[in-house]
């Protein structure tokens, strides 16, 4: 185990150079970027997709086509009549003097350090940033997913107990029809019937604490946090409920139907001794060694429009106006930190199914 551990520790440096190399590229070509937003704001214009020449990244210094900027060429449609020293000094600003690969392997020297650089438009380190925004996506994806293994898993082994039931196909139709639902959809609806609409004002309508929480006793603390989270948690949580809930449910009817179950209870034991005694450590690991990558996939999937709706500042939310404003620094770390904590993650759920189950060989199978 050890080794396969170390062969893939490995493997993420490789898979998160490609993550950011594709990512670099990619960026190059997408229309608008930092040097043009800031001549938009010099000429009093806006820049559209449709007024960059030669996809050039944004502004990345990577234009094919040039316009005349008071005798000399530059890349950036909308600069006419603007100082080149000017232009100059804004690529150096930004960095987009260099080549791009130069540019590309800086950035990854200073990535390995954790060294992030300051954000384009925000007096402040990109690091501060996505430290400031990430205790509301970190509150978002913990309590969403505790939430749904503590309601799920309970739920999907009685359904798998009383499968073909009636309590089985009514709540497979409940779960199926909330499933359905957008989860910005129930937020809307939530706020509405719940938190001032036209119905009841039993939740806030905004943020993850109230303006006096600072003097709020630890207790008080506590009740105004939550809540605040009652309603954007529940939006999210559907669909991950419906999930979780039919992936228990199948992994207990599998293990119910296996031979060794039926041996057990030739044997005399108790529906609840083979239940809880053989079966349950079984049908479990796929579960609880999910749990790792069910948070991650908590943190970042569903938490932008949600965090829209109930006006909470996460990293969903800074991800999306930064990839509006053409923040790269903000872009790239984001990236950055996501990818390496979801490798990570995938790594430490294997680490996991090994100790829920220790006759799991991963050393076997190819990495």
Partial sequence: MAAYLLKRFLLIFPTLFGIMLISFAVIQFAP???IDRIIAQVQGTEVKASDRVGGGGGGDG????????????????????????????????????????ERFFLMLKNYAVFDFGKSYFRDVSVLQLIREKMPVSISL???MTLATYLL?????????VRD???FDTWSSAVLVVGYAVPPFLVGVMLLVFFAGGSFFQWFPLR???????????????VKDYFWHLALPLTALALGSFTTMTFLTKNAFLDEIRKQYVVTARAKGLTDARVLYGHVFR????????????AFVHAFFSGSLLIEKIFSLDGIGLLGWESLINRDYPVIFATMYIFALLGLVIKLLSDFIATLVDPRIDFESREV
């Fill in 152 to 160: 799920s898993i309970p739920l999907g082994i009685r359904k798998a």
């Fill in 62 to 101: 990577l234009g094919n086509r040039n316009q005349t900027i008071s005798g000399e060429s530059s890349k950036y449609r909308g600069a006419q009549g603007l100082d080149p020293a000017f232009i100059k000094s804004l690529e150096k600003q930004f960095g987009f003097d260099k080549p791009a690969h």
């Fill in 207 to 221: 943020g993850l604490t109230s303006d006096g929480w600072a003097q709020l006793s630890m207790l008080g603390k």
């Fill in 32 to 34: 608008g970027g930092p």
């Fill in 282 to 293: 079984n049908a479990m690991l796929l579960v609880i060694a999910g749990f790792p990558s």
């Fill in 141 to 143: 994806g913990l309590w």
């Fill in 164 to 166: 073909g039931e009636k």
